[in-house]
């Protein structure tokens, strides 16, 4: 059982950064390949970026491509989402997710363990 906590939201204007780190547990780090999602009020879940299991395959969504950038660290048993360009759009709870699986990319049903989620708030 793999547990997840996120870390780093908050509150940044316009055209700044955050980044937000996952920190898991309970699990051998290296067996998952990872995910960040966010949800907006009134808007459906939406996959940001996702990062294989070695961290030599990433993707992002359209959206953010270009702005934000995933990366991990198996070492520290820890998923970051670099988030740059800040828009008032990305304001969302983000989530990281974690889905035992060696192949890359991953269906979202594959990701069976979630964290709590990080308020990302962009002020305009």
């Known amino acids: 059982q793999v547990q997840l906590v996120e870390s780093g939201g908050g509150l940044a204007q316009a055209g700044g950064s955050l980044r937000l780190s996952c920190v898991a547990s309970g699990g051998t780090f290296r067996n998952y390949a990872m995910g960040w999602f966010r949800r907006a009020p009134g808007k459906e879940r939406e996959e940001v970026a996702g990062i294989s299991w070695s961290g030599s395959s990433t993707r992002v969504a359209d959206s953010v491509k270009g702005r934000f950038t995933v990366s991990r660290d198996n070492a520290k048993g820890t998923v970051y989402l670099q988030m740059n360009s800040l828009k008032p759009e990305d304001t969302a709870v983000y989530y990281c997710?974690?889905?035992?699986?060696?192949?890359?990319?991953?269906?979202?049903?594959?990701?069976?363990?979630w964290g709590q989620g990080t308020q990302v708030t962009v002020s305009s």
């Open positions: 997710a974690a889905a035992r699986t060696f192949r890359f990319p991953v269906a979202v049903d594959e990701f069976a363990y």
